[in-house]
């Protein structure tokens, strides 16, 4: 089945740096892809939804200058955690969307990202 | 109020057991993911259901869309069954919902 991967699996950093996330659609192109957040025993939450060549729509919320995306091509979309602080600690969950025959939609998730900030 | 519920939020079984892990939800919806979170956080899709019923291995995922409701069964369970299980609905537009998941452990 079509698989979505991420990278890194995790990452530790100090304040104030930037993190970036890959996300990619290993054997099918993704239209778009929808970037998650889950803080502890909490259900997923969408932060933005990235279509490629345009730029991403932010949920309500969630500050577009802080994580920055970018969908550059078919196959990968990108997160950017800029100037992280403790609590941008979290767990991050790509997934992308495939076209299928007859039009219908399937979306496949990423194993995520986990994100501590010291 | 939550558009998506899910019963019960933790469940304990013993190797072998039957399981069934309930999900309702309250908006009219295109499909339904069942997803499994292993303690690490890694998410693995199991199934997107639209009607009916699917089975791989000794997962079972059903799905009534006249009464919201979706089950997912693991027969004959394992310990390497023990995860988070999460229920998220699609809605026209590609909205996602998602339950707050059901955290199983099946104890040897």
């Known amino acids: 089945g079509a698989v979505v991967s991420q990278h890194p699996s995790w990452v530790i950093c100090k304040s104030g740096t930037s993190v970036k996330i890959e996300c990619r659609s290993l054997?099918?192109?993704?239209?778009?892809m929808f970037w998650y957040r889950q803080f502890p025993k909490q259900s997923l939450m969408l932060m933005a939804t990235?279509?490629?060549?345009?730029?991403?729509?932010?949920e309500q919320g969630v500050e577009k200058d802080k994580f920055l995306i970018n969908h550059a091509s078919l196959t990968l979309s990108t997160l950017t955690v800029t100037s992280a602080h403790p609590e941008d600690s979290s767990f991050y969950i790509c997934?992308?969307?495939?076209?299928?025959?007859?039009?219908?939609?399937?979306?496949?998730f990423g194993p995520g990202t986990r994100l501590t900030v010291l | 109020k939550n558009e998506v519920e899910q019963s019960p939020q933790n469940l304990t079984a013993q190797e072998g057991e039957f399981i069934t892990i309930n999900c309702s939800y309250s908006?009219?919806?295109?499909?339904l993911h069942w997803l499994q979170q292993h303690p690490g956080g890694g998410i693995v899709s199991l199934f997107m259901?639209?009607?009916g019923k699917k089975k791989h291995g000794r997962l079972i995922a059903t799905i009534n869309i006249q009464e919201k409701h979706s089950s997912l069964h693991i027969t004959a369970s394992h310990p390497r069954d023990s995860a988070v299980y999460i229920c998220?609905?699609?809605?026209?537009?590609?909205?996602?919902?998602f339950g707050t998941g059901t955290s199983l452990t099946v104890i040897p």
């Open positions: 997934s992308a969307r495939a076209r299928g025959l007859a039009g219908t939609d399937t979306q496949y």
């Open positions: 998220a609905v699609v809605l026209t537009g590609n909205q996602f919902y």
């Open positions: 259901l639209s009607s």
């Open positions: 908006v009219g919806i295109s499909a």
């Open positions: 990235s279509n490629e060549g345009s730029k991403a729509t932010y």
């Open positions: 054997d099918f192109q993704a239209t778009t």
